[in-house]
């Protein structure tokens, strides 16, 4: 018997204590403090809708290319000579400055030798000429006691005043002999590779002192002051664009802008893109050929619209306005996107529109506007 009562007690023992242990947890949960402050609205910002006219931007990235840019080979073999600038990447040079000088003695012996032969041809043909075309011995006479075998050009040869005569002077091999003279003059220029308009060396395959051979790439030279960013254009907005239309330029990170001008634009539409390719030409020493840039082309204003932040805008184009403390969905049309931003229409002037991400957010949710 007692054995029962004890057990019997125990069990009330344990009934009381789960009594207690619930009735303790649904005075915390009921707790006046802890449920006002679940149940406070979420303090939220806005914008306040003030609607304007914005004009329509046409966005495109492209890379920059230097409107003028050489690849530079030789047609000449030799040592590579120095240069007061050397020929190194990073190196400006002015208009007419020496970009590359290859040792050219060996060539200019070929040259002297043939004018040396020229001379022994012209001495041998005189006597003759002294008896068949007396007229004409006087001319050649002069041209042969004025010829200077270290004159950087060869003189002209004199013209002959008939046919005969020219067919007796072509028999001597004369006219041969000058004209390849003159073509060992024009490949001495070859050895001598000079800017052709102020820039700076992008490339730089050579070293002073060694041996270049014909045909080798020397390097890359550009104009650094003038370039050229080739964007593609959707074919629809093709209105807006016009020659010498003034083109707002961006770097990406957006620290740097910069104008430039549309120089050409492509007649034929890209047919798997549907775009146009759009040619916008800008001078700046800042750039960099090959940088990344944003052009922005600007064109009719757009009435009545709002700029918001892309990710505001929820699926199926709507966004989060507040009406009474209590959000609310509002859809609106893109009509332009502007980098980040996006251009609407369908909000009204003076309204509340959220001007943050909120999660877990939905309709009828209850908030406050921050100050």
């Known amino acids: 018997m007692r054995k029962y009562l004890t057990t019997i007690i125990g069990l009330i023992i344990v009934a009381l204590g789960f009594m207690v242990f619930n009735l303790m947890n649904s005075k915390k949960n009921s707790d006046p403090a802890e449920s ?3 149940s406070q609205p979420l303090s939220i910002r806005v914008r306040t809708v003030e609607l304007a006219n914005i004009p329509y931007v046409i966005e495109a990235t492209g890379t ?6 050489i690849e530079l080979y030789s047609e000449v073999q030799g040592i590579l000579k120095s240069t007061k600038t050397p020929f190194k990447t990073g190196n400006a040079f002015r208009k007419g400055e020496p970009l590359i000088i290859v040792n050219s003695d060996e060539h200019l012996a070929q040259i002297k030798s043939s004018r040396s032969d020229l001379m022994n041809q012209i001495a041998a043909m005189l006597p003759d000429m002294e008896i068949d075309y007396p007229n004409a011995y006087k001319k050649w006479e002069i041209y042969l006691e004025n010829f200077d075998l270290n004159a950087s050009r060869i ?3 004199p013209e002959s005043e008939s046919n005969k005569e020219k067919l007796f002077v072509s028999g001597k091999n004369i006219y041969s002999a000058y004209f390849n003279i003159k073509n060992l003059e024009e490949r001495l220029s070859k050895y001598y590779i000079t800017a052709p ?6 490339e730089s395959n050579v070293n002073v002192g060694t041996l270049i051979r014909s045909g080798q790439k020397i390097g890359e030279f550009i104009n650094n002051a003038t370039f050229e960013l080739e964007i593609s254009v959707p074919a629809s907005e093709n209105k807006f664009l016009k020659q010498n239309r003034e083109v707002h330029l961006m770097t990406m990170d957006t620290s740097q802008s ?3 001008r549309i120089s050409r634009i492509n007649g034929k539409i890209e047919q798997d893109t549907q775009t146009i390719t759009v040619i916008v030409e800008v001078k700046n020493e800042q750039l960099k050929d090959g940088q990344y840039l944003t052009a922005q082309i600007k064109g009719n204003d757009l009435t009545n619209v709002f700029k918001i932040d892309n990710a505001l ?5 709507n966004v989060y306005v507040v009406e009474n403390n209590t959000l609310q969905i509002k859809p609106v049309t893109v009509v332009n996107y502007q980098g980040n931003m996006a251009v609407v229409s369908g909000l009204d002037e003076d309204m509340l529109v959220v001007d943050q991400t909120i999660a877990n957010a939905y309709p009828g949710m209850k908030v406050d506007i921050s100050k």
């Open 64 to 69: 920059l290319q230097a409107k003028e840019k």
């Open 258 to 260: 910069f104008k430039g």
């Open 155 to 157: 003189p002209k040869i």
């Open 313 to 317: 805008i929820l699926e199926n184009n």
């Open 197 to 202: 308009y102020n820039g700076v060396v992008t």
């Open 36 to 38: 006002s402050e679940e």
